[in-house]
């Protein structure tokens, strides 16, 4: 469950790389009981999902500023 969070989360398929962060919201997880919320929390908190989120941001200040917005 936790593969596919992040998957949709960062909006691309999963490779090795990302696979520690797996392992580690998982972990995570479990001391909670692998509560749904502690599942999403450990996505919102992991690297790949606020760089994600970094560069949405930005690409979407650069659309404005140059008036290309939909």
């Known amino acids: 469950m936790t593969e596919k969070m992040l998957t949709y ?24 009981d692998y509560r749904f919320s502690a599942i999403v929390m450990g996505v919102v908190k992991s690297p790949q999902f606020r760089m994600r989120a970094n560069i ?15």
């Open 9 to 32: 989360a960062v909006g691309r398929g999963l490779d090795f790389h990302d696979k520690p962060v797996v392992r580690a919201v998982t972990r995570e997880a479990a001391k909670k």
């Open 56 to 70: 949405a941001a930005s690409e979407g200040q650069e659309a404005r500023a140059t008036g290309t917005a939909r």
